[in-house]
T-cell receptor, first 114, second 113 residues
């Protein structure tokens, strides 16, 4: 158990819909990262927050957005869903966003868009 | 992040040592070498990281070449639980990036009972 929790575990929805994925980082971790894992693209970085502020963006679509709240939990919002958005979404946290610090990953949310 | 090259797959017998290689010929002086693994149906898991010197922890050892252009993750006694995809990742500590992990395809390790 990494100490990072993600809800829900599974999500099935239809094209065009909007969903919210939630992540609670390890106690004391200020940095939260979101990653997407699909069969054709592998594991890709989406976005990072550090202590409530956006720090970096990766391959995140404009239809996707995220935020980190004062209690440090984070939410990833996916809208106008398409079939290709079906994937595993992982959240990771670290004490600080430093190159030498390890990231702890949650169990992921499996999103299926029908 | 600089690019790494790993074999697509490797096999090992249970209870034998495993050496997983990684080439990173374009590594810069400020790049840390990280290893993560992903067991089936789970999120990635940190294994070990280093900068210049060899490193040991309870999970594995990391041997870094003197010129830092390659490294080897060593699992001292492979167990069935070590069957996973292993990722070698470089992370720039110079302050220019956000320190996200850039995953390649990794090495799929199979452990034979």
């Amino acid at each position: 158990d990494s100490g990072v929790t993600q809800t829900p575990k599974h999500l099935i929805t239809a094209t065009g819909q909007r969903v919210t994925l939630r992540c609670s980082p390890r106690s004391g971790d200020l940095s939260v990262y979101w990653y997407q894992q699909s069969l054709d693209q592998g594991l890709q970085f989406l976005i990072q927050y550090y202590n409530g502020e956006e720090r970096a963006k990766g391959n995140i679509l404009e239809r996707f957005s995220a935020q980190q709240f004062p209690d440090l939990h984070s939410e990833l919002n996916l809208s106008s869903l398409e079939l290709g958005d079906s994937a595993l979404y992982f959240c990771a946290s670290s004490v600080e966003g430093l190159a030498g610090s390890e990231q702890f990953f949650g169990p992921g949310t499996r999103l299926t868009v029908l | 992040d600089a690019k790494t090259t790993q074999p697509n797959s490797m096999e090992s017998n249970e209870e034998e040592p495993v050496h997983l290689p990684c080439n990173h010929s374009t590594i810069s002086g400020t790049d840390y070498i990280h290893w993560y693994r992903q067991l089936p149906s789970q999120g990635p898991e940190y294994v070990i990281h280093g900068l210049t010197s060899n490193v040991n922890n309870r999970m594995a050892s990391l041997a870094i070449a003197e010129d830092r252009k390659s490294s080897t993750l060593i699992l001292h006694r492979a167990t069935l639980r070590d069957a996973a995809v292993y990722y070698c990742i470089l992370r720039d500590a110079s302050g220019a990036g956000s320190y996200q992990l850039t995953f390649g395809k990794g090495t799929k390790l199979s452990v034979i009972p």
